[in-house]
């Protein structure tokens, strides 16, 4: 018994899922699969590697992992929330036993804060601003929800937090075209939260300079960005020259201009999101 449970949101990930799985099936106490209608092998894939498989139809990211925190036959006293994505190293699986094996409330923690390695065209990126990538995904059964936000969100934690040294890894297996698909899709939503911050429920959060890693990019998000002209050139600029995007080589070169374009299809879609509220 590892005394944790790992949450797996999907959607057609046939091609990514079964790295996911290997990853925690042999020592997780559970694994959830929690799919929104795939219509691939995404179900006979869970099923087959000995995954407990549950439907529910989509209600957005943040909800989707928020439904299943709370409606899941949960047992264990820690959770870990997994993309079909993602998978677990090794010595973060070590320290995650670790932890779990102490009495739980001999561990001051509510949550920790897990870094991982983002993979594009099947390199590494080491700079860029996306390593390190720190994350709430291990938290105590019933510690910690997701905020209230559409794309990008994150967890809003009862108690202290802290951090672990082991990494997981981030690579979307299913080719670019997928991948560029679905950053069309977050420049949408993103552009939607940029123009709705002013609305948002306590549950999210805080915009703070001085905070967490979390805290300063929605600082940023939320005082700088509005601000800023031609803010596809000046993200280019931060990750390529400023977070050393240069010392990841050419696929550091075109991950920056990846980027930089989802930036600008932000932009875009901000003035279209204006013009549709003015007319």
């Given amino acids: 018994m590892s005394n944790i449970e ?27 699969v929690v799919d929104s209608e795939s219509t691939d092998s995404t179900q006979q894939i ?6 407990k498989f549950v439907v529910q139809p989509w209600l957005g990211y943040a909800k989707q992992k928020n439904w299943a925190m709370d409606n899941l036959d949960i047992k264990s006293d820690w959770v870990y929330i ?8 090794p010595e973060l699986k070590e320290e995650l036993l670790s932890v779990a094996s102490q009495p739980v409330n001999q561990v001051k923690e509510s949550a920790f804060n897990i870094n991982r390695y983002f993979v594009f065209l099947g390199k590494r990126i ?4 996306y390593y390190p990538s720190w994350n709430v995904r291990f938290f105590k059964r019933g510690k910690a929800k997701y905020e209230n936000r559409e794309v990008h969100e994150h967890m809003v934690v009862e ?20 991948y560029m698909a679905k950053h069309n899709h977050y420049s949408t939503l993103e552009a939607k939260e940029i123009l ?12 703070n300079l001085l905070g967490t890693a979390q805290q300063r990019r929605r ?18 600029l931060w990750m390529y020259v400023l977070r050393l995007g240069f010392l990841d080589g050419l696929t550091g070169l ?21 013009q549709g509220d003015s007319s």
Wanted: glycine residues 6%; hydrophobic residues 45%; charged residues 25%.
């Fill in 6 to 32: 790992v949450i797996i949101p999907v959607k057609n990930e046939e091609i990514n899922l079964p790295h996911a799985l290997k990853s925690v099936i042999d020592w997780a106490d559970c694994v959830w």
């Fill in 46 to 51: 869970a099923k087959k590697a000995g995954a």
């Fill in 82 to 89: 997994l993309d079909a994505d993602e998978v677990i190293l």
């Fill in 126 to 129: 080491y700079h860029c601003g």
């Fill in 159 to 178: 108690g202290e937090t802290g951090t672990l040294q082991g990494h997981m890894e981030h690579w979307d297996r299913r080719g670019l075209e997928l």
């Fill in 196 to 207: 709705a911050q002013s609305e948002k429920t306590k549950v999210t959060i805080d915009a």
């Fill in 219 to 236: 600082w940023l998000k939320r005082y700088i960005y509005p601000k800023l002209p031609m803010r596809f050139f000046f993200r280019f």
């Fill in 254 to 274: 075109r991950f920056c201009l990846f980027i930089s374009y989802y930036e600008f299809l932000i932009t875009l879609k901000m003035v279209e999101l204006k």
